[in-house]
């Protein structure tokens, strides 16, 4: 029965005070939370507003906010592309990675002057800062692009006021992170792996000794291997070494006692993500017998303390369902956390009372919980008799409803990575979907992190296949329980979900449209034309080029135009350097002259994922608009047009 009140309308036509220039001004991003010994917290925040700016910001302990990188800098490097660990502060200084030209930045916190370069090679990027005090440097990954052929890594050392050149400590392997020194100064840990592995499927943790003159001696492997993850190498108060291992399925918490490898805590969680970024951080020292730490299970953070002694793990009761970024000092721990009704936020616990106070930011959003769809987490059965797992978000909207005995259309969101995972906090971008009467689908398709090693080895040698699978099987599940129409089914993505997304759109009939954000579509251009991190990673995802090259062939999209039938929307970065513009140029001129409906929507000046919020603006507004035109509503705002390719020959 209709009920009373509400306006019955067709789904996608709901009036939403939602819009687009909302939804990209909450897209402020917070990360890399770090205390400090005065009480300050320090963390980046990432203003679309702004064009994208990472701003480095203190909270004193008074709670007087101040910006520590004023106007002209943007907090970010370009290490592996995806960057993070892009700041470190030291004593009286902050030290971090401007984005325009890649140099190593001081700042001083008294004088609050303006920042001075350490580096001076725009061509050599630096991430992953850590302050060696005994020493008066910075530790650090280095990675070179003035050499000829593939970038170099390594790990090195800078002298704070740059009068000296910069010192390589550690060099051979291809890629290095997390080097961090022992709290006596004497030793130091890495993660280290090689080519053709990634750290979240193989990586080594190796410990040395740090002699008089600063360098590294008597190198010796701790753990990792080919069928292990190492992550977040921790020094305890005590100098013993604690990091995350796999080697259980799970990433769970081990350290070494000087002789052996010994489990701290073992259960069926998840103590660690993937390392597609430096900075990472999710477990600190509250003493050398209490860890505070958060976990994965089932889709859903925890906050917990474990006794390093005995194992135990006790949960912390909070509202959150989305937890990070956790860092501890004296009597207090800070993190970023998240939860359905809440976007990402700034949270400290104290840990006398276990009180919990967000610090920021304070504003709440003003926008009603009527028009807020809670995520319901869902399994169903996938391909090979095994389940898959996701987010569903139903339709809400406190003036409208569908009409009468038709179910709503549904959006099948295939994130990206593939090695990453959706999550539960409160997504705005989500929200503009279900408040207009779309159903929404998050998937966690197999080879996503969150579920175990298992799970994330599904995607070896299957990318194209397993995600694919799973994101149909989730489309379908929902609508035999009638809570999607068959006949409007979406799915969207970004990088990897673009993958996925044409990938599914052209191998398989379930969908009905799709929007790719910088996604693949020629597998054989990708594995030729991205960078070093990933230039191997097809290797795992598919199998070793060219030797395979008939099997890149099948999964590439572009090669099968003839199989594709439904209306396709582009959005491309034109400075993307990990999915380059050629991807879907290629695709959107292939199926414009096929005669499908396309449209192509280009932003200069935005790398691989879109950080200014007139492009954020334009692209949701612009794929509403598609959506719109495909399926023949009208939509309850007015929005600029996109020039749709062949769109005459489907609008009823």
Known sequence: MPNSGKKVAPYGSWASPLKADLVAASTNAYTEAKLASDGSVYFLERRPSEKGRHVIVRLKSNGQI?????????????????????????????????????????????????PTPITSVPQIFYA???????????????????????????????DPEG???????????????????????????????????????????????????????????????????????????????????????WWNIYRF?????????????????????????????????????????????????????????RNIETPFSEIDYVDAKDESVVFLAGSPTMSDKLVRLDLNSENFEVI???????????????????????????????LFYAPKNENYQGPKDNPPPLIVVSHGGPTSSTHSSLNLEIQFWTSRGFGVLDVNYGGSTGYGREYRKRLIGQWGIVDVDDCVNGAMFLTREKRADESKLVIRGGSAG????????????????GASYYGISDLETFVSDTHKFESRYLEILVGPYPQMREVYRRRSAINYLDDISAPVIFFQGL???????????????????????????????????FRQAKNLIRALEAELYFYSRVFGFETAEKIRPVKIENLLEVVN
């Open 66 to 114: 101040e910006e520590i990188t004023r106007f002209g800098f943007n907090t970010r490097n370009r290490v592996h592309e995806y960057g993070g660990g892009s700041f470190v502060v030291a004593d009286d200084y902050v030290f971090f990675s401007n984005f325009s030209d890649q140099l190593v930045y001081r700042v001083d916190l008294k004088s609050k002057s303006t």
């Open 128 to 158: 992953d800062f850590s302050y060696d005090s005994r020493r008066n440097r910075i530790i650090c990954v280095r990675e070179d692009h003035t050499v000829k052929g593939e970038a170099v890594n390594s790990i090195a050392s800078l």
């Open 163 to 249: 009068k000296e050149d910069p010192n390589i400590l550690l060099s051979g392997n291809d890629f290095y992170s997390t080097a961090r020194l022992s709290p006596d100064g004497t030793r130091i840990v890495w993660l280290t792996w090689n080519h053709p592995n990634l750290p979240f499927f193989s990586s080594e943790i190796w410990i040395g000794d740090v002699s008089a003159d600063g360098m590294i001696r008597n190198e010796r492997k701790i753990a990792g291997g080919p069928d292990e993850s190492i992550a977040e190498p921790r020094w305890s108060p005590e100098n013993i070494v604690y990091f995350a291992s796999d080697k259980s399925n």
């Open 257 to 313: 006692n000087g002789s052996d490898v010994e489990p701290v805590c073992e259960t069926s969680a998840e103590f660690a993500s993937p390392h597609w970024v430096f900075g990472l951080s999710s477990y600190a020292f509250v003493s050398e017998r209490k860890i505070v730490c958060q976990y994965s299970r089932d889709g859903r953070s925890h906050l917990a303390f474990i006794d390093t002694n005995s194992g135990d793990l």
């Open 360 to 390: 920021y930011p304070k504003q709440e959003l003003k926008i009603s919980d009527a028009y807020l769809s809670r995520p319901e987490s869902i399994s169903f059965p996938t391909s090979n008799g095994l389940m898959a797992y996701g």
């Open 498 to 513: 673009g993958y996925t997304t044409l990938c599914a759109l052209t191998f398989r009939k379930a969908f009905k449209s």
């Open 575 to 609: 400075d993307d350097k990990v999915v380059p513009p050629n991807q879907a140029e290629s695709m959107f001129e292939a199926l414009k002259k096929k005669g499908l409906p396309t449209a192509y929507v280009p932003f200069e000046g935005e790398q691989h994922g």
